[in-house]
């Protein structure tokens, strides 16, 4: 079976008045169903390009895309892209932001409704559903904004730095419901994030970028002696630091005769 | 559903409540002794003659003036014509400043090309039309409606328009995300968030509305407010000049209240 999602040589840049600014050059990976890939790479190394890039809102300048195997197939239908901030809109109900994708779809229907309101209800939304952004958490707003993504049902899921906007606590939290969310939904998904530890305690599977223009430094694969732990628990056991320091390496080479920076 | 929660007032914060409501009293009160007072002075310093009622007019003579006018009915048909006027300029200002401004934000070459142009012609003072429009189109409502949008259009154009721009380009990239076309970023995005924006530029164009057909009436009209306030001062009846202003005041003040009072009701019901 061919593999959810595949990047071959893909290569990226912005024009803008001022200069050329390469994003990505020459990345390639596969993306397999049910994987929990994670993103790690300085800021500013090209991530959210690379999720734009994968999501099909922009094209590469180089390279392949084949998503199920086929190239550039309406990339939308089957990517959920959860972007940094929650953008809910605060002219709207929690129910109207998230039912918000599915209204652009003309989908909203008995079925689609019904799920939803699964959704809401098993992630401690519904009482809320009536409610105005503005009166809900940081945590609870992120669920909200996952709730509108996942009601699209998207085979693959993009997240981008999905907890920045978190204090710590709520961050540890909240990724742990995310997480169940995902694993109880069954959905691949890609983590962009520049938190290691996020990373470690999240994902099968980590890549890491260079500084910009990004290329893959290395690719670690991510597994814990005892299995089905949640993130908040990975972190309590051994191997934890070890990936962490491995990637902290991958990221910080100390290359003869140079300074790391 | 709001959360509401039910907080025990204490002592020291209703004392402090009071004393916020003695103080909103305070200023309402010594706000109305100034009208009062200048009232008075004015009345006495014509009784008196200190100055020229003839010239100055006073509250009584505008009192009188506006009972003989209200009893012959004639204010009603100047008055009537100066509002209607004015609202109907400013219905066109709203559904021609909206969409000239949602046509500008869909194409980036159009506005780019059209900015020097609106510019220009926003910070052109624009009673310097109003004579021009008068022969062109004649000595009517329609030149004096045209008058009245020519002073608001194009800041509104201008506003609206930059309001657009402003909006969170991550929020249109989520429209995208969610497999939008432009058509939802305006209908999901763009219009609804910007409906603040869109209510205070309203709330300002009412009172410019009423300038330009003022305006448009000084030069061009038989009947309304402006009218009166030209043929007053020209056959040197000043209680008709001065009478018109303090309704004109008035006028004002209730258009743009009524805005205003739309403009809560609309954002409560967000
Ligand atoms: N629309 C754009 N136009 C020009 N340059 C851009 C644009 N978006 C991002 N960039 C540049 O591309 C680089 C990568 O951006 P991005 O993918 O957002 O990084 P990251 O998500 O890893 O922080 C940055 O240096 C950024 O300044
Ligand atoms: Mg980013």
Known sequence: ???????????????????????????????QRGEFLAIVGPSGCGKSTLLSLISGLILPEDGTILRSGMPGASPHSSIGYMLQKD??????????????????????????????????????????????????????????????????????????????AL?????????????AILRKEKKTAILVTHDLS?????????????QRPARIREVIRVSFAREGLSPFARRNEPEFKDYFNQIWAALNPVSPGKEPA | MSIEKFVPVSASQAAYLKRLKHRQYRIAGIRLLIFAVFLLLWETAVQRSWIDGFIFSSPSRIWNTF?????????????????????????????????????????????????????VLNSLPKSALAPLLIVWLGANSKSIIVAGMSVAIFGTILNLYT????????????????????????????????????????????GLCLVGVIIGEFIGAR???????????????????IMSIALLCIIAILLYGAIGFAEKQCLKKR
């Open chain 2, 223 to 241: 009947q309304g407010l402006g009218y009166l306030i030209i043929y007053g001062s020209q056959v040197f009846k000043l209680d008709w000049v």
């Open chain 1, 198 to 210: 996020e990373a470690v305690s999240m994902a099968d599977r980590i890549l890491v970028l260079s």
């Open chain 1, 167 to 179: 204090d710590f606590q709520t961050r540890l939290s909240v990724c742990d419901d995310i997480y």
């Open chain 2, 67 to 119: 009972s003989a006018m209200w009893t012959d009915g004639s204010i009603f048909t100047h008055a009537g014509i100066t509002v209607l006027e004015t609202l109907i300029s400013f219905a066109f200002v709203v559904v021609l400043g909206t969409s000239s401004a949602i046509l500008l934000w869909c194409s980036d070459s159009l506005s780019e090309i059209l900015e020097p142009y609106l510019v």
């Open chain 2, 163 to 206: 309001g657009f721009c402003a909006v969170d380009p991550d929020k249109i990239r989520l429209i995208y995300t969610l497999g939008g076309t432009q058509k939802d970023v305006l209908g999901k995005v763009i219009l609804p968030g910007t409906v603040p924006l869109l209510l205070s530029v309203m709330k300002v164009n009412i």
């Open chain 1, 87 to 164: 953008h809910l809109f605060d002219w709207r109900t929690v129910y109207r932001n998230v039912t918000l994708g599915l209204e652009i779809r003309h989908e909203l229907n008995k079925r689609t409704r019904l799920h939803v309101d699964q959704m809401l209800k098993d992630y401690d939304l519904y009482r809320f559903r009536n409610a105005v952004p503005s009166e809900l958490s940081g945590g609870m707003r992120q669920r909200a904004a996952l709730i509108r993504t996942l009601a699209l049902d998207p085979e693959l899921l993009l997240l981008d730095e999905p907890f920045s």
């Open chain 1, 1 to 31: 079976m061919d593999p959810l999602l595949e990047l071959k040589h893909v290569s990226y840049a912005y024009h803008t008045k001022s200069g050329e600014t390469y994003a990505l050059t020459d990345i390639s990976f596969q993306v």
